[in-house]
């Protein structure tokens, strides 16, 4: 099945009631009875070292529930105004960390106005279902925990990185 990752099958196996969605489900992986979630499989900062602040979750899409590639594409002008051009692995617009980090600090404002445009794409993301987030670092001593249920507050989200013309957001837990 198309779109299934490791966190919905534990879940289909862990409890007797659920049912697993797949990539097409629009926001739900998982449905223990009436109640839905989006299951993220994440890594977690644990310093303020890089463009991630610690204790802020990452590595994830928030899914097609949302489309993030008009504001990537935003974010391109922008980019190319200031002539720093798209480029990475990934197919489609890329721009990484350390070109966002230049971003900010070029135009501050013009940073802001499109982070504060992600927040609200984020928020109505976010507030359709209860959000689970597991630990996949297998370094990490928390490898495989659930780290987070419940709501994602929009101004817990900043943006981690543009891959493949859409917006990867962090979250505060």
Known sequence: MSGIGPGEFMFYFMYDEASI?????????VSLGNNGAELKSISV???????????????FFMG?????????N??????????IKSGGAGGGLEFGRKKL???????PAIYKRLENEFKQIAS???????VIFINNAKKDATYG???????????????DTITQSSIKPAVKI
């Open 21 to 29: 969605g797949g990539g097409a489900s629009k926001g739900i992986d």
């Open 45 to 59: 900062s644990k310093s303020d070292k890089g463009e991630i602040p610690k204790g802020y979750v990452s590595g």
């Open 64 to 72: 097609g529930a949302e489309d993030t590639s008009k504001l990537a």
């Open 74 to 83: 935003k974010f391109a002008t922008e980019f190319g105004k200031i002539g």
């Open 101 to 107: 980090k230049v971003l900010k600090e070029k135009e």
């Open 124 to 130: 109505r993301y976010f507030s359709k279902h209860t």
């Open 145 to 159: 925990e659930i780290l987070h249920v419940g709501p994602v507050n929009a101004r817990d989200v900043i943006i």
